[in-house]
């Protein structure tokens, strides 16, 4: 027998070589090699999960019920899931055949993505975004168009600028309000405004609207509401942000059954179905978990009221965000780029944040802070940004 000593060649797809590792893992990979570090960067509650979600769960398993659930996720849940949206944000869903449990927020976008979007399809992306959504495009074989926003309109999209990107392979478009990485939000009339224009050119809306409920100073409306919207939009939403469930992976998607039915089959295939000890958790949450909800979100307020003061005062511009838990303050001042700024920081001062660009190129001068963090942290993290700013500005 010949064994033959050529090695064999690596066979990896075009589309996963084209994209790049996210931006927001080289920061988080640096500071975990720091000590001392006040971490800004984690897009995540520094809440538990509420205790009687967590017994829930528990109790699940103490009940031996640890198999699978139906590809689509627990009636229960799905039922629950449909109630919470119709009473809280006036959609209504048919748990049986329009909501579908999925393995996070993510999954769901992903499948979104993956059951509508053939090659050559152009998504339009409102940026700056959540860093997955223009690689997610790219991977189906879609193209990624960005439509920008900026501080002089606190980072809502306008029509005329979703209008002027459209051609005649636009199939849809993406938004995310509250918004990651801006905080900002959309209130009714501005969702009316955007939503003539997907209208008259027939566009798919995905909406990610995962802190939906984390919403300050008006109410989140959710666009499927808006007159003419419901039958073209795909809804994106979960636990992991409103109930301080991140590690739990559990979200799910809501729409017209035309969209659910395609993304079920691909769910089935990779996944399966959600844990089936989340979905339990899940349960609990929707039923009872409303209060917990609400004190994360007085603290929020406070550390959000706090922090973007505090930013000012040291001389970065920063938009009040509206929702979600990151403030995304301009530091054109210092004359660094966003990945000088967020870089030096780090290594000198010990404070981690994300770079603005790594949001869309429209986030370059821009860093992203979340307050999702104890109050004494943001308090030291704004000294140690003072004096890193008075430095580099000399």
Not at 19 to 47: C, H, K, W, Y
Not at 330 to 341: A, D, P, Q, R, V
Request: contains cysteine.
């Amino acid at each position: 027998m010949t064994v033959s000593n050529t090695r064999q060649q690596v066979k990896l797809s075009d589309a996963v070589q084209r994209i790049q590792p996210s931006g927001i893992r080289r920061f988080f990979d640096l500071a975990s090699t720091m000590d001392n570090v006040i971490s800004l960067g984690v897009g995540e509650p520094d809440f538990a999960t509420p205790w009687n979600v967590r017994e829930a769960s528990i109790a699940s398993l103490e009940r031996g019920i640890t198999s699978y659930t139906a590809n689509a996720g627990l009636m229960e849940l799905r039922s629950e899931i449909s109630s919470y949206l119709k009473t809280n944000f006036g959609t209504s869903y048919s748990p049986e055949n329009e909501v579908l449990v999925t393995v996070g927020a993510s999954e769901g976008i992903d499948l979104a993505l993956r059951a509508t979007v053939n090659p050559g399809d152009e998504i339009l992306i409102v940026e700056p975004c959540f860093v997955s959504y223009a690689p997610l495009v790219s991977l189906v074989g879609g193209v990624p168009i960005p439509v920008p926003t900026s501080i002089k309109n606190d980072f809502k999209v306008l029509s005329e600028e979703i209008e002027k990107r459209i051609t005649n392979k636009t199939k849809g478009i993406m938004l995310s309000y509250p918004s990651n990485p801006t905080g900002a939000i959309m209130v009714k009339q501005e969702l009316e405004e955007i939503s003539k224009v997907i209208i008259e050119h027939d566009l798919l809306v995905i909406s990610d609207e995962i802190y939906g409920e984390l919403s300050y100073d008006s109410v989140h409306v959710s666009i499927p509401s808006i007159e003419g919207m419901w039958e073209r939009t795909i809804l994106i939403s979960g636990f992991s942000k409103s109930y301080a469930m991140t590690g739990w992976r559990l979200g799910y998607v809501a729409g017209p059954e035309i969209y659910t039915k395609a993304m079920l089959k691909i769910h089935q295939y990779a996944m399966m179905c959600a844990s089936t000890m989340a979905q339990y958790a899940a349960i609990e949450a929707l039923k009872n978990g409303k209060e917990e909800m609400e004190n994360m979100k007085v603290s929020y307020r406070q550390r959000r009221n706090y922090f973007v003061k505090a930013l000012k005062d040291i001389g970065l511009n920063c938009h009040m965000p509206g929702g979600a838990f990151y403030a995304f303050p301009s530091i054109t001042i210092t004359g660094l780029t966003s990945e000088e700024f967020a870089e030096k920081l780090l290594l000198e001062e010990h404070v981690a944040v994300v770079p603005g660009n790594v949001f869309g190129s429209g986030g370059e001068g821009h860093i992203r802070c979340s307050y999702a963090t104890s109050l004494p942290h943001l308090e030291e993290a704004i000294k140690r940004m003072d004096r890193f700013i008075k430095r580099t500005n000399g």
